[in-house]
């Protein structure tokens, strides 16, 4: 007798996967929540969320670390479709957390060092043990490290030499008071991954992913858009460029391509031809030094 053997496709292999992960946590860890910065993998990360409890709503709150320094179009995006799910939104402010002393502004005017104790604090104070991430391995180097479930000590801290083993999709999340665990669903996707998806589901996103003319200028090679946070100086020459974002963090850090890629067909033709991870392309925080993302992430960050 013969029989037609059934496989899913990639992308269905993919979501499958993400929501068994996602799953697996809301079963076994006692309060789970998933941070959700209004980027293309974090909305994708809250849609496999959503799809995997079904009709019913969230049943951990989603929560956003906000520098102070974000694009007003993210907000406003992040605003709207959290609202829309009807899900539990909590902010973790870091301009309230500089003017309660907390922490410090850095003199390089980045915020993403001390974005960490922020998200520390907040995951205690709500008694969170287990925060859903959207990093990807094939994002950058130390993230190619991580397990899905990856291990925080009592410190919120990261030690890539005390992972579990993650055999059969069998995972580990048992945790002593103050431990927790970092969920990264998405690990086994890529960028190309996330577009595909983005289009299959029709998932919205912020216009910043989209090729637009916008007004930019050239600092060390990498396109800052002009705006509150990235004025033109004086040795600035502001061009008018054909520009989309690959990534988003703060403004004042996350430079843009020069693309003319305006619909998500356009934008995946461009990043199935592209050999450069999007962090590499656009994150001026990444080039600090070759550990940036590592010593960050040993700190407690994502």
Same mark, same amino acid.
């Given at each position: 007798?013969?029989?037609?053997?059934?496989?899913?496709?990639?992308?269905?292999?993919?979501?499958?996967?993400?929501?068994? =992960?996602?799953?697996?946590?809301?079963?076994?860890?006692?309060?789970? /929540?998933?941070?959700?910065?209004?980027?293309?993998?974090?909305?994708?990360?809250?849609?496999?969320?959503?799809?995997?409890?079904?009709?019913?709503?969230?049943?951990?709150?989603?929560?956003?670390?906000?520098?102070?320094?974000?694009?007003?179009?993210?907000?406003?995006?992040?605003?709207?479709?959290?609202?829309?799910?009807?899900?539990?939104?909590?902010?973790?402010? =870091?301009?309230?957390?500089?003017?309660?002393?907390?922490?410090?502004?850095?003199?390089?005017?980045?915020? $993403?060092?001390?974005?960490?104790?922020?998200?520390?604090?907040?995951?205690?104070?709500?008694?969170? #043990?287990?925060?859903?991430?959207? &990093?990807?391995? #094939?994002?950058?180097?130390?993230? &190619?490290?991580?397990?899905?479930?990856?291990?925080?000590?009592?410190?919120?801290?990261?030690?890539?030499? $005390?992972?579990?083993?993650?055999?059969?999709?069998?995972?580990?999340?048992?945790?002593?008071?103050?431990?927790?665990?970092?969920?990264?669903?998405?690990?086994?996707?890529?960028?190309?991954?996330?577009?595909?998806?983005?289009?299959?589901?029709?998932?919205?996103?912020?216009?910043?992913?989209?090729?637009?003319?916008?007004?930019? =200028?050239?600092?060390?090679?990498?396109?800052?858009?002009? $705006?509150?946070?990235?004025?033109?100086?004086?040795?600035?020459?502001?061009?008018?460029?054909?520009?989309?974002?690959?990534?988003?963090?703060?403004?004042?850090?996350?430079? /843009?391509?020069?693309?003319?890629?305006?619909?998500?067909?356009?934008?995946?033709?461009?990043?199935?031809?592209?050999?450069?991870?999007?962090?590499?392309?656009?994150?001026?925080?990444?080039? =600090?030094?070759?550990?940036?993302?590592?010593?960050?992430?040993?700190?407690?960050?994502?």
């Amino acid at each position: 007798m013969s029989y037609r053997r059934r496989t899913l496709s990639h992308l269905a292999a993919l979501e499958s996967e993400s929501i068994h =992960v996602i799953r697996e946590v809301a079963a076994e860890m006692r309060r789970p /929540c998933l941070l959700f910065s209004g980027g293309k993998d974090s909305a994708v990360l809250l849609h496999l969320a959503s799809l995997a409890f079904q009709p019913a709503r969230l049943p951990f709150p989603v929560m956003h670390v906000d520098t102070g320094l974000n694009f007003g179009e993210v907000i406003r995006f992040r605003d709207e479709w959290v609202s829309q799910l009807g899900a539990q939104l909590i902010v973790a402010s =870091v301009p309230e957390a500089i003017s309660n002393g907390v922490v410090a502004e850095e003199p390089n005017g980045s915020r $993403n060092r001390i974005q960490t104790p922020v998200l520390l604090e907040a995951a205690e104070r709500h008694g969170f #043990d287990a925060l859903f991430g959207g &990093a990807r391995r #094939d994002e950058e180097k130390a993230r &190619a490290k991580e397990r899905i479930f990856s291990f925080r000590d009592d410190f919120g801290q990261w030690d890539p030499k $005390n992972q579990r083993p993650e055999l059969w999709n069998l995972y580990n999340g048992r945790v002593f008071p103050g431990e927790s665990m970092r969920v990264f669903p998405l690990s086994n996707w890529t960028e190309l991954d996330i577009w595909r998806f983005i289009a299959h589901r029709d998932i919205p996103l912020p216009e910043l992913y989209f090729a637009s003319q916008r007004e930019v =200028v050239d600092r060390g090679g990498m396109l800052f858009a002009v $705006n509150e946070f990235t004025p033109a100086a004086d040795a600035d020459r502001v061009l008018t460029e054909s520009v989309r974002y690959r990534t988003i963090g703060d403004a004042n850090l996350t430079a /843009c391509v020069r693309s003319t890629a305006s619909t998500i067909d356009q934008v995946l033709v461009e990043v199935e031809t592209t050999r450069l991870t999007e962090r590499g392309a656009t994150r001026g925080d990444d080039r =600090v030094s070759d550990t940036a993302m590592e010593d960050r992430k040993r700190e407690g960050y994502f």
